[in-house]
């Protein structure tokens, strides 16, 4: 009987330390042509961040999105980042203008684009245009 307990008690706690990792937020990627056009020719779901680590607004945004992606419906999100300092093509493909950018797609489609928002409210809108 003992025994039957601890193995119950040793799995709900796996299950308890599993479960963050399903809905791993910090799996965004950095963003690569191949990988991008693998994602939406699968018709994934995706983020392009345009970012810089120097940027106050980009930092803000990061911990809003973290959260945003952790509830179940964003789970299949794919975050990818684009380095505003060292992929200045990317940045032009995107037509961006300055960090903080935030793009949606959804496959091929851009469903929807903010700059500098660190609005949580208006950042999840924009996450849903790509679900």
């Given at each position: 009987?003992?025994?039957?307990?601890?193995?119950?008690?040793?799995?709900?706690?796996t299950?308890?330390?599993?479960?963050?990792?399903?809905?791993?937020?910090?799996?965004?990627?950095?963003?690569?042509?191949?990988?991008?056009?693998?994602?939406?020719?699968?018709?994934?779901?995706?983020?392009?961040?345009?970012?810089?680590?120097?940027?106050?607004?980009?930092?803000?945004?990061?911990?809003?999105?973290?959260?945003?992606?952790?509830?179940?419906?964003f789970?299949?999100?794919?975050?990818?980042?684009?380095?505003?300092?060292?992929?200045?093509?990317?940045?032009?493909?995107?037509?961006?203008?300055?960090?903080?950018?935030?793009?949606?797609?959804?496959?091929?489609?851009?469903?929807?684009?903010?700059?500098?928002?660190?609005?949580?409210?208006?950042?999840?809108?924009?996450?849903?245009?790509?679900?």
């Amino acid at each position: 009987m003992i025994l039957r307990r601890s193995l119950i008690a040793i799995a709900l706690v796996t299950i308890a330390l599993a479960a963050p990792a399903a809905f791993a937020a910090d799996d965004i990627r950095p963003f690569t042509t191949a990988d991008f056009a693998a994602a939406q020719k699968a018709g994934k779901p995706i983020l392009v961040e345009i970012h810089a680590d120097w940027c106050p607004t980009c930092k803000a945004q990061a911990p809003i999105i973290s959260d945003l992606r952790k509830q179940a419906r964003f789970k299949d999100l794919m975050v990818m980042r684009v380095d505003f300092d060292g992929q200045k093509d990317a940045v032009k493909r995107f037509g961006a203008r300055t960090q903080s950018t935030l793009i949606t797609f959804k496959g091929s489609l851009e469903t929807g684009r903010s700059v500098g928002d660190t609005n949580s409210a208006s950042i999840e809108t924009l996450l849903a245009k790509a679900i």
